[in-house]
């Protein structure tokens, strides 16, 4: 076992031993009279059990689901979903299904967005815009996934689900799922 002096005045740790070295550093730094007091009261305020996390701390998670959505018209993007996320850091993420009740579809994408509606003002392909191709015949259905997309609020703000689909005829309803979890 190697050892580590970890700062001066203290005694050399085994490295091994991450939570004693962690605690030994605290309790020196609540020692000193420099004003280094805060150090101490960090706290990973997550949740050590199978619960859900408090809304403010890290892990909390909101989520909504629609179903049968009505799509617009075609070449339009439609709000499938929505959710309010307070100031902080956020790992957003959400997918999409469509069902064309006649007609073909040939495209469909799939966004996230601080903005409402028929607009593509923040999308990023690859970042948070998801796009496949629409299924090809009544019946059959198509989806489109953003695994995460990191939002940093400054206040409250929606975040959207959105739907766009090329298509023929008939129309299209939306299924689909947002969801976020803070991450700071």
Do not use: C
Not at 68 to 82: D, F, K
Not at 98 to 103: D, E, I, L
Not at 106 to 135: C, E, K, M, R, W
Not at 173 to 179: E, F, L, M, Q, Y
Request: no cysteine; glycine share 10%; charged share 10%.
């Amino acid at each position: 076992m190697s050892q580590v002096p970890l700062l001066p005045g203290l005694s050399q740790i085994e490295d091994e031993n991450v939570q004693k070295v962690f605690q030994t550093i605290i309790t020196y730094m609540n020692q000193q009279d420099n004003g280094i007091q805060t150090v101490s009261a960090f706290v990973d305020r997550g949740t050590q059990i199978a619960d859900s996390a408090q809304p403010g701390n890290v892990g909390q998670y909101v989520v909504s689901y629609q179903t049968n959505v009505a799509g617009g018209a075609t070449g339009v993007y439609v709000n499938i979903a929505s959710i309010s996320l307070t100031a902080g850091d956020w790992d957003v993420s959400g997918n999409a299904v469509v069902a064309p009740t006649s007609g073909n579809t040939g495209f469909i994408a799939v966004a996230l967005s601080l903005y409402s509606g028929n607009t593509s003002t923040d999308h990023q392909a690859g970042d948070n815009v998801s796009t496949a191709d629409g299924p090809s015949n009544f019946g059959s259905q198509a989806g489109a996934s953003i695994p995460a997309w990191r939002v940093s609020l400054a206040s409250t703000t929606t975040v959207y689900l959105k739907g766009y689909a090329l298509y023929t005829s008939g129309t299209i309803p939306w299924n689909g799922r947002i969801s976020a979890r803070r991450v700071r």
